[in-house]
């Protein structure tokens, strides 16, 4: 396990999450994760904290309301938010972490566009 640190381009929004060094990332071609370039890294709760910029988080949700992304609202960047999938976690954005704590990123394609049929084929939370 490592603390990886991140964040949003502006630096205002500044996270810590607690995973692997090896990151297994889902790429997901739904609307908003292919316009945004979002790589998932599905973790619980208790390995992500939330270290600056609490005041400059904005939500969006839309279709079923029931994910909550979160943005910076001075730079505009999503670097994590909690899922529709995985409501008991967050998916961090792996192009928000800073590479210094990341050995490999292994990118596993997967199909937003058909979500309802495929959402058993994204990665477990990882521990």
């Excluded at 381009?9 to 090896?22: K, L, Q, S």
């Excluded at 390995?47 to 994910?67: H, I, K, Q």
């Excluded at 590479?99 to 309802?116: A, C, K, L, R």
């Amino acid at each position: 396990m490592t603390t990886h640190k991140g964040g949003c381009h502006c630096g205002r929004v500044r996270f810590e999450v607690d995973a692997a060094a090896n990151i297994k990332a889902d790429q997901c071609n739904c609307s908003i994760c292919r316009m945004s370039g979002y790589l998932h890294m599905i973790v619980p709760k208790h390995a992500f904290r939330l270290l600056s910029g609490a005041d400059d988080v904005e939500t969006y949700t839309f279709n079923t309301g029931v994910a909550q992304h979160y943005f910076c609202r001075n730079c505009g960047v999503k670097s994590f938010y909690v899922p529709r999938s995985h409501p008991t976690g967050y998916s961090v954005n792996v192009n928000c972490i800073d590479p210094e704590t990341i050995e490999s990123v292994t990118v596993n394609p997967f199909d937003g566009q058909q979500w309802e049929q495929n959402v058993s084929k994204l990665s477990p939370i990882s521990d």
